[in-house]
């Protein structure tokens, strides 16, 4: 069968495009083919900086001839009827139409037509030129003479050429022409921009590949990725030192390089007091170059690896000497932001408010920049203060969670006040990955103690799914405090995910927070009133935004009072006592306290959910243990364990079964409208099977609560399982639809013991099996 053979090329495409824009070709090209009736056994996309190249192998030479049968009236039909019918169906004359009949309706027309297939080259010419024109590029560009033309192609840089051949091995490969702005399919490329920019008349796609082989492209990236690890490797190695690896950056630059050449540099020693994380990201982020270090050593060496695109002459001195030039030049400034941070500010004087609100001591350079942060009123979010407001919720919510964490209150507030002080450094400013990191490395230099420290890099963690929890107590409390500040905040003012769009990070944040809970084992129940004190502080920032400092302090008091007094209760009347000037403000604008936390609780659940089915969890399983009100996390996951170990043992599925099968009875009564008595009474009880499961169900559901309130969960469900031979026995022994009704109410009333004992632990009826 034929194989066709596509390649665009282009002036240089951004590397961080073209993985993805050759999937996107693949699959428009083929979803268009398919849709054409055409079939193909397999298709394969390649890419480098100046093309993208699809090998589609197998592919049909004609599409099938597709049959349509179109129901016409009944012979007896009006003229008007029967000619509207023949126009529908393309037919000159009734005779073309052949006569059907049916026992009911009588005869009737139908017209059978038969669609010629088409030609695949003609398949092909016809759906290029709009898979070209509307390719989906991030950002594009118009070029050359027809861009001043209307509807002018857009490609990402200019299109330069198009090779699209066609045909069996067997038989001579043809051109499929079409034509493009000007751009007529053809059958030349080009090779290396440098070493081989003649002409390359190709057939098909292994003497292509293979052409440009010859013409120093290497055209598979993920071949160009092995030979630049693997020299970059070997080069390192051969020097005594070893790669520091990066597979973003290795993606990155098998997307500058056609055919990949690997060379070492070297810097000044000096540069070497300047922290690694500076040095790496300098060199990573300017020059796309890789870092060294000494074998089993934690600091880099003083040698870098770069990958050019041409063979020099010269064995590439010119290529390590000018990138040389530029990583030195690049590292000046870096030492200089280094040297800058640890040093004191001018304006000291203008700090003083902000240093006496947040305890710092303007001696050392990091309390400096924390002062600096607040002073100029940096915004975190509009409608959510500066990060000077920020900061002072994040240390209030803080405090209280030192106690659940049991951190030392005084270190938390410390490390609290110096987090986000490295936003304000020209490290930090420079290359903002490095926040939180730099932090660490400028309080450990002023003398703080190693455990703040380290909670200043660890209160943005995790980052996510394959990141660490916070280490220490001291990073894990502000870690904690950090993202539900933020979480908060953002319910607060109904800036929620919203379908694939999270521009804040918030499920990121929730998760991190799900995994600090069960990783480092904190319970935290998010229903308490406790709680809701920072919920309420959101929305006093709120009021301090849209109506001054006196409405905000207004409703501050105001519910406080409520917490104080009447527990969590809805804030809506609050808006009118704050201040009259919120009369203007619409009184749903940010909802209520209590709505927030409950619904901030369900968004917490979901990203329980999906950290639990990741970590292997049955969703049928989770969903049976979680309820609207289950705030402890923590113990929801373990109920969730201790179910799954119990349900999978054999006496957890016989009781399983015998108690869906009890609460299917219910269920089906409960719909009929029948009120299920809530207590069994034991003189109506005649047969054994039933004073058995009677007295069971008392015993099991006394200890399983007992076990539960001891959340001893594994403890529970053996409670139940004694369940399962009276269950079992009952539902042989005894006919729950007894003709007497007392009997009867009173046999149902025991099958909803059951499911009250079993409903200490999980809903059974979610289980699925």
């Known amino acids: 069968m034929p194989d066709l053979l596509l390649e665009l090329r282009s002036e240089e495409i951004p590397a961080r495009m073209q993985r993805k824009a050759a999937g996107d070709l693949k699959k428009l090209v083929t979803d268009a083919l398919v849709e054409a009736g055409l079939t193909y056994e397999g298709v394969r996309e390649y890419w480098t900086p100046r093309r993208l190249t699809l090998d589609i192998r197998g592919l049909n030479a004609r599409s099938s001839d597709v049959r349509e049968d179109i129901k016409g009236p009944a012979t007896s039909a009006p003229e008007q009827a029967i000619q509207g019918f023949l126009r529908k169906a393309g037919l000159a004359s009734v005779s073309e139409a ?47 003479v027809a861009s001043a033309k209307p509807g002018a192609l857009r490609w990402v840089r200019p299109l330069q050429s198009i090779v699209c051949t066609f045909g069996s091995e067997t038989e001579e490969t043809r051109v499929v022409p079409f034509e493009v702005d000007g751009l007529v399919a053809g059958n030349v490329t080009y090779g290396h921009r440098f070493h081989a920019p003649e002409p390359i008349t190709v057939r098909r796609f292994e003497d292509y590949a293979a052409n440009l082989e010859k013409a120093k492209v290497v055209l598979d990236a993920e071949r160009r990725k092995q030979i630049i690890a693997t020299d970059a490797n070997n080069i390192a190695f051969a020097n005594g030192l070893e790669l520091v690896e990066d597979e973003g950056l290795l993606e990155e630059v098998s997307g500058l390089v056609e055919w990949p050449q690997v060379l070492m540099g070297t810097f000044e020693e000096e540069f070497l007091a300047i922290p690694s994380e500076i040095i790496r990201l300098t060199i990573k982020t300017n020059q796309k170059c890789f870092v060294t270090r000494k074998p089993g050593a934690d600091t880099l060496s003083n040698h870098f690896i770069l990958i050019a695109n041409i063979e020099a002459k010269d064995g590439g001195k010119e290529i390590v000497h000018g990138n040389g030039k530029v990583v030195r030049a690049r590292l000046s400034d870096a030492k200089h932001f280094w040297l800058r941070d640890q040093g004191d500010l001018p304006d000291l004087d203008t700090l003083k408010a902000s240093a006496e609100k947040f305890d710092l001591d303007l001696k050392k350079p990091l309390d400096q920049r924390m002062a600096k942060l607040d002073a100029l009123n940096v915004t975190f979010h509009a409608k959510l203060g500066t990060q000077g407001e920020r900061v002072a919720r994040i240390r209030r919510l803080a405090a209280e969670l030192a106690k659940v964490t049991g951190a030392d209150a005084a270190l938390v507030d410390r490390a609290v006040v110096l987090a986000k002080a490295d936003l304000r450094t020209e490290a930090v400013g420079e290359f903002p990955e490095l926040q939180g990191i730099m932090g660490r490395k400028y309080a450990a230099l002023q003398g703080e103690d190693a455990a703040v420290a380290e909670a200043i890099e660890d209160h943005y963690k995790p980052q996510g799914p394959s990141d660490r929890v916070p280490a220490g107590k ?39 927070t799900v995994r600090i809970f069960l990783e480092r084992g904190l319970r935290l129940n998010l229903l308490d009133q406790s709680f809701a004190r920072f919920i309420f502080e959101n929305f006093e920032q709120q009021l301090r935004v849209l109506a001054g400092a006196d409405a905000a302090l207004a409703f501050r008091r105001r519910q406080e009072e409520k917490i104080e007094t009447d527990g969590l209760d809805p804030p809506a009347d609050a808006w009118d006592d704050a201040s009259s000037t919120i009369d203007d403000i619409e009184h749903g604008l940010f909802g209520t306290a209590l709505d927030v936390q409950h619904d901030l609780l369900a968004f917490f659940q979901d990203r329980l959910k999906v950290y639990l089915r990741d970590m292997g969890a049955r969703h049928d399983l989770i969903d049976a243990v979680l309820t609207p009100e289950a705030d402890d996390l923590l113990m929801v996951a373990r109920r969730v364990e201790a179910l799954t170990a119990f349900i999978t043992s054999e006496e957890g599925q016989n009781l399983l079964a015998g108690t869906k099968r009890a609460t299917q009875l219910l269920a089906a009564e409960e719909k009929k409208g029948t009120v299920v008595e809530g207590a069994v009474s034991a003189d109506l009880l005649k047969l054994d099977a039933e004073k058995a499961l009677y007295a069971a169900v008392e015993i099991a559901s006394r200890d399983a609560a007992a076990a539960v309130a001891q959340e001893d969960f594994r403890s529970a469900m053996e409670a139940l399982s004694t369940l399962r031979a009276p269950v079992d026995q009952f539902f042989n022994d005894v006919l729950v639809n007894d003709e007497d009704p007392a009997i009867r109410a009173n046999r149902l009333a025991l099958l909803a013991a059951i499911r009250a004992a079993t409903g200490t632990v999980a809903d059974f009826s979610k289980i699925a099996g």
């Open 474 to 512: 001291i990073g894990l409390t502000v870690a904690l405090a950090d993202k539900l500040d933020t979480l908060i905040g953002f319910w607060a003012i109904d800036e929620k995910p919203t379908g694939s769009k999270d521009p804040y990070a918030l499920r990121r944040a929730a998760l991190g």
């Open 98 to 144: 052949h006569v059907h009949s049916d026992p009911k309706k009588g005869d009737f027309y139908v017209a059978h037509l038969v669609k010629p297939g088409r030609p695949a080259d003609e398949i092909i010419a016809d759906v290029m030129p709009g898979i070209i024109r509307n390719f989906p590029w991030p950002k594009s560009m118009r070029s050359g």
